[in-house]
């Protein structure tokens, strides 16, 4: 009963958190259209977006800025017109599908968000002769598929944490999203706010993700464990722990988009088929680096052998002398870390906002779930599965619609095989 009522009131005070903090802390009488413009994760700045009302009566005409974002209010709600003016986006870019126009509704006292997904042109020769053609179509999967890992190795990065905490603890972090989101703060605190570069910022980052994930082990998670609260109350009081701490960010951060000071905008490289940004090829190589480590280190070092006994049966490996709370410490600790690092790639390859990690942490789920609950490489399979079919799957279905077929994935996969990719089979009852 004790259990019950502190698992409740937790809750209940990060729902009064969810419902009060808007009132004072964000932007709650937004009443318009808004979107944001990227080339192959770079922000597009300069093009001009000209909204009207239904009936053609001109609104307001704007040009989005160094972030790729733009903003119009509007006095009433009601359905608009928005118009993308092809000629004003850089000479190498087009609108995925042709259509530049949108008819989003406005209702009242909320924002819209509009979306126009824009892809690379080819050479204007080229062009000509793949317009409608076999060769177009081929070029443009083969970008997607390198926009679909580059997606799912960030995916994989946060979800590896979460797939290591519920492998040797049992919980379903609904905070895992938050961590994300406070890695990337994080390094754009240093890096803005005390005017270090992105690299060491991002390092110092990821050092203090890794001890903040300690604290919230030792200080909370922990102190839960040891009173005996059930995991399904330990996952509900994440929910409350994630409302808190997004609204907390909210208050400091603000609700508006930003960038970090350096990498923001990179011209685009020619690989192939393939066009992107110098940053995004690091960033993969220091992504897929980190992902084989840590599993490396799970199969071969004396600390992962233990997590992996944890993870088997706690109170086994408690009684042959491995420290579980220990060890479980270490997982917390390294997750935490590796949930920072998620967060800066994915800073790097988008604006930043308060509600970037609870924007992927469905996406994290399903990484976890599809690969296998607790399996370090299950989250990384999963996650490429995840990444690859959200960014290809726009070669057929609206951009709006593109984590559908993720999702779809997960669903038969799981139909036919219950344990996720890599997850091992378990005895119920």
């Known amino acids: 009963m004790r259990r019950a009522v502190i698992a409740f009131t937790a809750f209940l005070s990060g729902l009064i958190f969810l419902l009060a903090s808007p009132a004072h802390a964000g932007p709650a009488d937004c009443q318009g259209l808004r979107g944001t413009l990227k080339l192959q994760g770079q922000p597009v700045n300069g093009a001009k977006i000209a909204v009207t ?77 793949e317009a409608g053609g076999e060769s177009s179509f081929w070029t443009t999967a083969a970008q997607l598929t390198f926009e679909g890992l580059n997606l799912g190795l960030i995916i994989a990065l946060a979800a590896l944490g979460l797939s290591l905490i519920y492998g040797t603890t049992g919980l379903t972090n609904f905070a895992h999203g938050e961590l994300v989101t406070l890695g ?16 060491p910022a991002a390092v110092i980052a990821v050092v203090v993700g890794g001890i903040l994930g300690y604290l919230q082990d030792r200080l909370f998670w922990g102190q ?3 009173r005996g609260t059930g ?127 609870q924007d992927i942490l469905l996406l994290i789920f399903a990484g976890v779930t599809l690969g296998g609950l607790g399996t370090a490489f299950g989250a ?23 984590s559908v077929g993720a999702l779809a994935v997960l669903i038969i996969v799981l139909l036919v095989r219950p344990q996720g990719i890599l997850g091992r089979r378990e005895r119920i009852g």
């Not at 004003?88 to 924002?111: D, H, I, K, W, Y």
């Not at 703060?185 to 570069?197: K, M, S």
């Not at 280190?297 to 992962?304: N, S, V």
């Open 53 to 129: 009302t239904e009936s053609g009566q001109p609104v307001k005409e704007v040009t989005s800025n160094a972030q790729g974002t733009w903003d119009v209010q509007v006095d009433k709600a009601g359905k608009y017109k928005v118009t993308l003016d092809v000629s004003s986006l850089p000479q190498n870019a087009q609108v995925r599908g042709g259509n530049n126009v949108r008819t989003p509704t406005v209702f009242e006292g909320n924002c819209s968000t509009v979306l126009f997904a824009l892809e690379a042109k080819g050479a204007p020769g080229q062009q000509q002769q």
């Open 184 to 199: 990337a703060i994080l390094a754009y605190a240093f890096n803005v706010g005390f005017g270090l570069h992105i690299i």
């Open 224 to 226: 839960l464990r040891r």
């Open 231 to 357: 995991t399904i109350a330990m996952m509900i009081i994440s929910i409350g722990v994630a409302l808190f701490l997004r609204y907390v960010f909210l208050i400091f951060f603000g609700g508006q988009n930003e960038a970090y000071a350096q990498y923001t905008a990179q011209p685009g490289i020619q690989v192939g088929p393939i066009t992107a940004a110098p940053k995004n090829f690091v960033a993969m190589g220091i992504e897929l680096a980190v992902l084989i480590i840590v599993g490396l280190a799970l199969m071969r070092t004396r600390t992962g052998k233990a997590a992996r006994a944890v993870a088997d049966n706690p109170a086994l490996a408690a009684s042959s002398g491995i420290n579980v709370d220990r060890v479980i410490r270490i997982i917390w600790t390294t997750g935490g870390a590796i949930a920072a690092l998620a967060g800066i790639m994915l800073g790097l390859s988008q604006s930043l906002k308060y509600t970037m990690g």
């Open 380 to 402: 990384l399979v999963g996650s490429l599965v995840v990444g690859l079919f959200i960014q290809v799957s726009t070669l057929w279905v609206p951009p709006e619609l593109k």
